[in-house]
């Protein structure tokens, strides 16, 4: 059984295209390369499925971008070959090399955004996060292999109209989790 990585989500939903936090979203000067699931600050963060820890790394920094905190990602490759990107969180509570059971904690939702330092030269898609009130989500990602350190990639965007031939979109995917997750429930 798959599961919903964020369990105390607002919404088990997955944004609809052209949606905040959607994938593949226009934000005028880049791309987001996964869907966000917003969240509580410190919500546990699981793992959908079985795999191996590829990596844990920072995601965000204020090093890159003022308005940012620091965040870290978890990449998972699962059973199956899948690449799973797990991001803005927290802390990781897993390093490379861990195997990991679908459903264990893995991380926790961090505070992605330092809403006082956005402003009106931040960008609009930014703006409009904070205007809702929104600094905390897990982003995640789906590969079909591993992208170590893409170019024109940064925060989970890619900053060109071309989707890159390893992104794929996991709005299928997680639909297919929330299905097994309400037909278990019954």
Same mark, same amino acid.
């Given at each position: 059984?798959?599961?919903?990585p964020?369990?105390?989500?607002?919404?088990?939903?997955?944004?609809?295209?052209?949606?905040?936090?959607?994938?593949? *979203?226009?934000?005028?000067?880049?791309?987001?390369?996964?869907?966000?699931?917003?969240?509580?600050?410190?919500?546990?963060?699981?793992?959908?499925?079985?795999?191996?820890?590829? *990596?844990?790394?920072?995601?965000?920094?204020?090093?890159?971008?003022?308005?940012?905190?620091?965040?870290?990602?978890?990449?998972?490759?699962t059973?199956?070959?899948?690449?799973?990107?797990?991001?803005?969180?927290?802390?990781?509570?897993?390093?490379?090399?861990?195997?990991?059971?679908?459903?264990?904690?893995?991380?926790?939702?961090?505070?992605?955004?330092?809403?006082?330092?956005?402003?009106?030269?931040s960008?609009?898609?930014?703006?409009?996060?904070?205007?809702?009130?929104?600094?905390?989500?897990?982003?995640? *990602?789906?590969?079909?292999?591993?992208?170590?350190?893409?170019?024109?990639?940064?925060?989970?965007?890619?900053?060109?109209?071309?989707?890159?031939?390893?992104?794929?979109?996991?709005?299928?995917?997680?639909?297919?989790?929330?299905?097994?997750?309400?037909?278990?429930?019954?």
């Open positions: 059984m798959k599961h919903w964020v369990p105390e989500s607002s919404n088990k939903s997955i944004p609809e295209d052209g949606v905040r936090g959607s994938f593949w *979203e226009n934000r005028s000067d880049r791309r987001h390369a996964g869907v966000d699931m917003y969240a509580p600050i410190d919500s546990d963060v699981i793992a959908i499925e079985d795999g191996t820890v590829l *990596e844990v790394a920072e995601f965000t920094s204020p090093d890159l971008i003022p308005y940012w905190n620091v965040t870290y990602s978890i990449i998972i490759e059973a199956d070959g899948k690449i799973q990107r797990f991001a803005e969180l927290r802390d990781a509570v897993v390093k490379a090399g861990d195997e990991v059971k679908g459903g264990q904690v893995i991380g926790h939702i961090g505070h992605v955004l330092d809403l006082d330092k956005i402003n009106e030269t960008p609009m898609y930014i703006q409009k996060l904070k205007n809702a009130g929104v600094s905390s989500m897990l982003h995640f *990602e789906l590969h079909n292999r591993f992208p170590g350190n893409p170019d024109k990639y940064l925060g989970g965007n890619f900053f060109q109209e071309e989707q890159p031939d390893h992104l794929v979109n996991p709005t299928d995917y997680l639909r297919k989790v929330i299905e097994e997750n309400s037909s278990s429930e019954k």
